[in-house]
């Protein structure tokens, strides 16, 4: 009898686990057919897989910050501003793009820290912060660039953003490596354990001897981090630094993020799943745009996902309260 209990099939558990990638699947089919069989090209899916390169290595960020109960809305203005600050000096401080990228990349960093220094110790709202940092890097965006792009860049600086090693994109090579990286961390690392006990119990683990600020600290330095890195895939893509490159990246990050399962109320969630979001929502898109359907039905979609993803995950909290 009790052999028979050990391997029950558990609907739930199974969903709970995979229904992320059943969703993915289900899509990619559906998408298949709708299209004549156009979206299963292998074009197409190494296009879908580039295009999801920089909200992947955004989106491990938000996964770290998401997993301390906070939020991070400053990752597409941070993605915007390190376009702008990377071309700016390269075109008008002759900055070597190399130099230049690395001088925006710990800018972006450094935005992050003190989001984080700011939560931290003065307390306010972890919204309240990354919505003001949101407006305030748009707008050195747009002094910074007068509200044009900035272009003429060197041609290997967008090796990059459009270059492959055999059939894979170098963007997506960098969107795994940030994503192993995430993993690692979350995993394998004593920081990574911490991360999962703030996020659950912020007091116990104060109590317990975990200093609850310096995982702020880092959590939102990473987000930072990664958003500078993606700003920096962009703009080797696009070639051109421009100050509304990043917006509503956000939107789309914390979507994927909470789509791949990882709880807007802390201390749960996986890399691995964040994966399965951050595809979703580029198999959608690319389906969406394939189907010719309009980009304010797109949004509504778009938004519809959010929620619905929102909603099943207070429901995954709701019915453990009650068991419990």
């Known amino acids: 009898m009790s052999i028979a209990k050990k391997f029950t099939f558990n609907w739930k558990t199974f969903l709970k686990d995979f229904g992320i990638y059943i969703a993915l699947i289900a899509l990619v089919i559906f998408f298949s057919i709708v299209t004549n069989g156009i979206f299963q090209r292998p074009a197409n899916i190494i296009n879908i897989m580039r295009q999801v390169s920089m909200m992947g290595i955004a989106a491990v960020g938000m996964a770290f910050v998401l997993l301390l109960r906070g939020i991070d809305l400053s990752i597409g203005s941070n993605v915007a501003l390190v376009n702008v600050v990377t071309a700016w000096l390269m075109v008008n401080a002759g900055l070597n793009p190399i130099l230049a990228a690395l001088i925006a990349i710990l800018m972006a960093t450094t935005v992050g820290f003190c989001n984080g220094w700011i939560i931290a110790n003065i307390r306010i709202p972890p ?21 044009v792009p900035i272009f003429g860049f060197p041609r290997w600086f967008s090796v990059l953003g459009q270059g492959h090693i055999g059939p894979i994109p170098i963007p997506v090579i960098v969107m795994i490596f940030i994503l192993a990286i995430g993993s690692f961390l979350l995993n394998l690392t004593y920081f990574g354990r911490q991360f999962y006990a703030v996020g659950g119990n912020e007091e116990a683990s104060n109590l317990s001897g975990i200093n609850v600020k310096r995982v702020k600290y880092l959590a939102y330095t990473l987000s930072g981090l990664f958003a500078g890195i993606a700003g920096i895939v962009m703009l080797s893509r696009t070639m051109s630094g421009q100050p509304l490159a990043g917006r509503g990246l956000e939107l789309d990050v914390l979507t994927a993020v909470v789509l791949g399962g990882v709880s807007i109320t802390g201390g749960s969630g996986k ?42 995950d207070c429901m995954q909290k709701a019915e453990k309260s009650k068991t419990a």
Request: charged share 5%; glycine share 12%; aromatic share 6%.
């Open 271 to 312: 890399i691995s799943n964040v994966i399965a979001g951050v595809l979703i929502l580029g198999v959608l898109s690319n389906g969406m745009i394939l189907m010719d359907l309009s980009q304010f039905t797109q949004m509504v979609l778009r938004g519809t996902v959010l929620l619905v993803a929102v909603g099943f």
């Open 127 to 147: 919204l309240i912060v990354t919505l003001a940092a949101m407006t305030i890097l748009e707008g050195f965006a747009f002094m910074i660039s007068r509200g």
